[in-house]
């Protein structure tokens, strides 16, 4: 499997079972193989709901701990979804259109996915942009506030940054 699906077909195909996102978040999380938390022994049982209890010490360990997904009724490949689907967004995700999307029941539930979503987005300390940029679309509006003016863009633009600082 590719690292990240390049469409939705591939996405269903790939992230299908609660097994196959599981076994995913897994290789992502422990690319040498899981080395229990506890005692870092590598051999482990795997238990229903997608626990490894270790065969050390027996701690109970998961791969969803510690991530957005820890503590959610709801399962991986409707979250799977969730992430394809706002970050395949051109001009941005509404809470409302990822509850449309994935059928959700509450308002509330997607709009706190989308915050949870969006907060794992972002790098702590981040830099703002600098340099050379490439983007894929632009814009811009021809004309004075107020007035009828007239848009341009959709083409190609790469183009240098400056942050202001």
């Known amino acids: 499997m590719a690292e990240y699906p390049k469409n939705l077909m591939d996405l269903k195909r790939c992230f299908a079972t609660e097994d196959a996102c599981r076994e995913y978040l897994s290789r992502l999380r ?14 482990v049982w795997r238990l229903k709901g997608g626990l490894l209890k270790c065969r050390g010490c027996g ?3 998961s791969v969803i701990a510690g991530t957005i997904f820890e503590g959610t009724r709801k399962p991986l490949v409707l979250w799977f979804r969730a992430i ?15 509850q449309r999307i994935l059928g ?13 979503l969006r907060r794992a ?7 703002r942009l600098s340099g050379s940029i490439q983007v894929g679309e632009t814009y811009s509006w021809r004309g004075k506030a107020g007035e009828t003016g007239t848009w341009s863009g959709g083409e190609d633009v790469g183009g240098n940054c400056s942050t202001g600082r």
């Open 30 to 43: 422990c690319p040498e193989g899981f080395r229990c938390p506890a005692c870092d022994h590598a051999e």
């Open 59 to 61: 701690h109970n360990a």
């Open 84 to 98: 394809w689907w706002v970050t395949s967004q051109k001009n941005g995700a509404s809470a409302l259109g990822l």
């Open 104 to 116: 959700l029941g509450s308002y509330e539930t997607a709009w706190t996915w989308l915050h949870k």
């Open 121 to 127: 987005m972002v790098r702590p300390n981040q830099d």
